[in-house]
């Protein structure tokens, strides 16, 4: 039993982790807590529905087609409220509010045009197999959200440590008066930022949309808690942070349920999750910035 | 047509007048899906009845409107069918917590209200003017035990369930009673929450303590994720389910996982009987869809309704009829899409006795391939 309750915690992590990856990007570079978040992922699981049932795109296609779509949301999103917000010098606590509403928006949108029942993905598009391996029981959409999640915190970290825009993210992240000045075009590459924070929610949409056979308007709502939890516990804005405190909420859930009872499950997870901040403020691999105090 | 029945009128020299019969239901917001079936059943009903000449010469007349799902919109739309449109009685609202706050309004009024789709405990204690047609998961959840039991030959069972919902928790509070009358050892109890998608840390705990079914609380939302990952990690025992549990849409949500679910109900689409047959070809043709329990339940409130109204002589007085029909209402006799039925007299929180609930077997069926078949 303890084998296959770490490999479901390793697949329930990397669940958080995908969806916290897009979430921390933004705080990191915006400093904005985007919690219009839980409704981008929501916005790319009826997206690849929709790409899957109406144009018959093959899974795989309907994942960057996800991506795109609540991409462009998001980057809307940072245009029409983020944007005006910014130059107005407003206050950091205003624009968490106004994506508040924002999320309110797309729910109310989204049920407006699908409905509030539940949807899911047509059984036949979806792969069935699923392997015993030393006992564990592994579906291939399981392993597929492993590797993909993996994947894509890779290309993430590679982009912004090796690449131009990378470097141009980092000056930002420092201060986006200093990198106006050096001439990087500071809002052009929040709109990129926000469009590939918004991609990734909106593949980890589709990847849970697959995982648990129900799409619905409120699905972005329970994961967001755990994403707020995530980019804290991993420290704000760090992207391997996101992904191992991901880990960690998912592992500590898990094993909740494993050993001490289901009713427990959130109550111990995040217990534990405030005692490893008490000891750590910062986050797992956070450090103290200085600069912002 | 409408000559017709004016000359036949004229010939018997009956005073024909409109019976103004109010439905409060769900037609927009989460609990649409099964207001918008309800309010179609009903006014099939309602056509029927009229096309078969009428209540003793008079017409039923249905006034619709949508009580969103929500506790105080459902006590505004009772109080304008009460005191405005005047109507005889009301059929509604959609959901249990509706329900609770707006038959107050109707019991102080002392019109009768009669719900079709609320199965939540202690409705009807509220008065003697309430009723319900809907058979409560009291009654039912013990039935469904005892099938499977019996069936599939059930000693310890595992339980799961919705923690943080109402109606998922009282689904529990009962199969918990049920469970114990009648024996049934529980080898782990587990719980969920509402939007988690994630269930094999529970299930893989649940496949570890080997129990003979799997019961379980859930609304479709996570109830269709829990049979395919039950599925998944080989957890292959018969799942005993709730009303929540008891929709064509497991079909849809856990296609390939769906077999081997136990749930209970007055109607199933299987049932064969003379007046099943009509209810369901009557709707599917009116509606190109096929129909559900919500709307089977509401098609024989309607006519539960029209048999009381045949049995009285209405005088115009709105205060007097109201009660003329509360108390015909409560003598029905009727066999319908949900076969026999009558009423049963529940007590209040004092012990006295107040409003009524359905007298009737629910009807205990499993799914195979893909849809559901009577057990038994």
Known sequence: MLEQQLFNALSLGCVYALFALGFTLVFGVLGVINLSH????????????????????????????????????????????????????????????????????????AQGIAGAENKRFPTDVLPQESLDFLGIHITVIELGIILLSFLLMVALVLMIGRTQ???????????????????????????????????????????????SNALFPLMGQPILHKGIAVIILGGMGDIRGAMLAGLFLGFAEVMSVAYIGSNMRDAVAFGVLFLVLILRPQGLLGRIQERKA | MSAVSAAALLTTGAQAADIKIGAAEALSGGAAQYGISIRNAQQLAVEQINAAGGVNGDKLVLVVEDEQGKKEEAINVFKKLIFQDRVLMIFGPTLSNSAQAAFPIAQAAKIPAFGTSTTADGITSIGDFTFRNAVTEADVLPETVKATIKSAGVKKVAVMYGNDDVFTKSGYDNFKKALADQNIAVTTTETFAKGDVDFKAQLTKIKASNPDAIVLSALMAEGAPIMVQARQIGLNVPVIGGNGMNSVKVFDLAKGASDGLWVGSP???????????KFMESYTQKYKTAPDQFAAQAYDGIYIAAAALKGIKLTGKIEADRKALRDALATVKHTGATGPFTFRRVNDKAGKPAGYDADQKPIISVTKQGRYTIAQ
């Open chain 2, 267 to 277: 109607w199933s689409s299987e049932n064969k009987t003379a007046e099943n047959a």
């Open chain 1, 38 to 109: 839980g409704a981008v992922f929501m916005v790319g699981a009826y997206a690849a529905l929709a790409a899957v049932q109406n144009l018959g795109f093959p899974l795989w296609a309907a994942v960057i087609f996800a991506f795109v779509i609540a991409g462009c949301v998001g980057a809307l999103i940072d245009v029409l409220v983020l944007r005006p917000l910014r130059n107005r010098n407003a206050p950091h606590l205003i624009p968490m509010i106004a994506t508040i509403g924002v999320a309110i928006v797309l729910n109310s949108l």
């Open chain 1, 165 to 211: 825009i990378g470097r141009a993210l980092r000056a930002i992240a420092e201060s986006p008066k200093a990198a106006l000045l050096l001439g990087i075009n500071v809002e052009w590459l929040f709109i990129i930022t926000s469009f590939v924070a918004a991609g990734l929610g909106g593949v980890a949409g589709t990847l849970v949309g697959v995982y």
